[in-house]
């Protein structure tokens, strides 16, 4: 073992020389031949391995581990994490103490290894009652950069961002959805390295930095959604972004259907975004090499292979916006700007805006529950003073969406039918202020069988057609807190919570509601659409 980490202490960690523990790591090193290195607070095994020749392996082929023993150390964590494939590195995260901080980056050689270990690792019991999480884990390269002019061009913002940090490889900026000779108001800025995307951040996070005389706002964009090879070649649907607004469904499909007749499926459309089907891959592979960069009433679009949703996921994240459970009811593609996966980062038209510019996503606030003692000090104050990550609910995101807007509070109507034997709900949301625009109501195209559910979809509908970035916290990722109570010590107690489903029904072409009203079938994104 190097020199850096066989002192008792050595500003990172300790090693605790002669124990049993320091013996099984010597016994580890001996038998795999791998070096290992303790360091700013990690402890890494490898990297490379013995016989190694050539660079890292590329992004994609590490994951992160999380919920680890204290206790655990690399002699018992290797072993297992090498039944998915050749370890390229493993690095542990070390207290001051000796403990590990209860997670681990695992790199392997390959993509496939790393989706394997996910595959067979994640929720893998490593000791009695104790299930560790595998996730992939993405060394971010691009950062967001929000309340950018919009009049400002590509080339300008990749420009100034070379001259006031290093390291710039490129910029990404999207044009508005009304107006394309303007930006949306953010970029997206890829960097060369992690380290020289954390240096940027560092430069201009203090909030005092300006460009053009505005004051911008950074923040780590979300990486790209990874999808495995194998899913991807079953997808035969296209996801093209940059449409007009005026653009119809209809001409998307005749303007696809060009290079074969026929071909289409069917189009989806969502403000200036769509999903066009097809019904063979081999005919949406040709679209989208022959269409990509393609005019359509005036405007150059993007097309790409949508990445499909894993349908398994009880709650799905967008750059940091999420919508609901079983979330394919509304929406199953992750496209670069709407979906919950957003592949690029914050998304602008899905931030909320503030005094005419977007702010980028806050991080989430932990779900627990603290004691409440007798003397503490409580301060009156009004739920518009929090910040949107301190909501859970889509209904008090669309209040607090309407109010920083200044727009009257939504109002809810509620509507009844029968199926089956079943009365089912569903409400109407009218926005007063915004009534007598282009959209006069909102309305889901699914049933609920109570009403919180059907209150709940209204309100998330409303929410995403209003292009709101909604956060919700998986409630996969509330994780238990072990505390012990002792008097005049503040612990934090577990919040539990349980997957919300929402046992909805399709609302048929023509139905009758129990106002005597006929609403017609709004179709937004429904569960069959897919697949």
């Not at 890292?56 to 590490?62: A, D, L």
């Not at 066009?276 to 040709?286: G, M, S």
């Not at 405007?299 to 979330?327: D, F, M, Y």
């Not at 700007?337 to 503030?354: F, M, V």
């Amino acid at each position: 073992m190097h020199d850096e980490s066989t002192d008792v202490t050595n500003g990172c960690g300790k090693i605790r020389t002669g124990t049993q523990n320091e013996a099984a790591l010597l016994a580890l090193m001996e038998k795999t031949g791998y070096s290992m290195v303790q360091e700013n607070g990690q402890r890494k095994f490898g990297g490379p391995p013995p016989g190694w020749e050539g660079p890292p392996p590329p992004r994609g082929c590490e994951v992160f581990v999380g919920k680890i023993p204290r206790d655990m150390y690399e002699d018992e964590l290797v072993p297992v994490f090498e039944r998915a494939g050749k370890i390229y590195e493993f690095r542990l995260m070390m207290e001051f103490s000796g403990e590990n901080r209860g997670y681990a980056f695992v790199m392997y050689t390959t993509k496939e290894e790393a989706q394997l270990a996910i595959r067979i690792l994640n929720n893998y019991e490593i000791r009695p009652g104790k299930f560790i999480g595998v996730c992939v884990s993405l060394d971010n390269c691009r950062l967001f950069i929000g309340a950018i002019p919009k009049e400002k061009k590509k080339e300008e913002i990749l420009d100034e961002m070379k001259k006031v940090t290093e390291g710039v490889v490129d910029v990404i900026v999207y044009p508005s959805a009304t107006d394309k000779t303007k930006n949306r108001g953010f970029a997206f800025v890829e960097y060369e390295s992690h380290r020289a995307a954390a240096m940027a951040r560092r430069k201009l996070i203090p909030g005092t930095f300006q460009l053009w005389g505005h004051t911008i706002q950074v923040d780590w964009a979300d990486p790209e959604k990874e999808v495995d090879e194998e899913t991807m070649q079953r997808v035969k649907v296209l996801y093209v972004r940059n449409l007009m607004i005026s653009t119809t469904e209809d001409a998307i499909k005749a303007e696809f259907n060009k290079f074969k007749p026929g071909a289409v499926e069917r189009v989806k459309k969502l403000r200036d975004y769509a999903f066009v089907h097809f019904f063979n891959r081999e005919d949406a592979v040709a679209a989208m090499s022959i269409m990509n960069g393609k005019c359509i009433d005036g405007a150059s679009i993007e097309v790409t292979l949508a990445k499909p949703v894993n349908k398994e996921s009880t709650w799905r994240q967008h750059l940091n916006g999420q919508i609901s459970p079983n979330s394919e009811n509304l929406l199953v593609f992750a496209n670069k700007e709407d979906a919950h996966q957003k592949s690029l980062g914050k998304p602008a038209n899905l931030s909320i805006r503030l005094n005419g510019q977007h702010s980028p996503s806050p991080p989430e606030i932990e779900r627990c529950t603290y004691p409440f003692f007798p003397g503490t000090k409580l301060t009156p104050i009004s739920m518009y003073s929090l910040k949107s990550n301190h909501f859970s609910s889509a209904v008090m995101h669309l209040d607090y969406y309407c109010n920083k807007n200044n727009w009257a509070p939504p109002e809810y109507y509620l509507y009844s039918t029968s199926q089956d034997g079943k009365v089912l709900l569903v409400y109407k949301i009218v926005i007063p202020t915004i009534a007598n625009g282009s959209q006069s109501y909102f309305m889901p195209d699914k049933l609920c069988t109570t009403l919180e559910d059907a209150k709940e979809l209204a309100a998330q509908f409303t929410l995403l057609h209003l292009d709101y970035n909604f956060h919700r916290s998986s409630v996969n990722s509330i994780s238990p807190v072990s505390v012990t109570l002792s008097s005049g010590t503040p612990s934090v107690l577990p919040y539990t919570s349980r997957p919300y489903f929402y046992p909805s029904y399709p609302l048929s072409p023509t139905i009758l509601l129990a106002n005597g009203s006929h609403v017609g079938q709004r179709v937004y994104i429904s569960e069959a659409s897919f697949f």
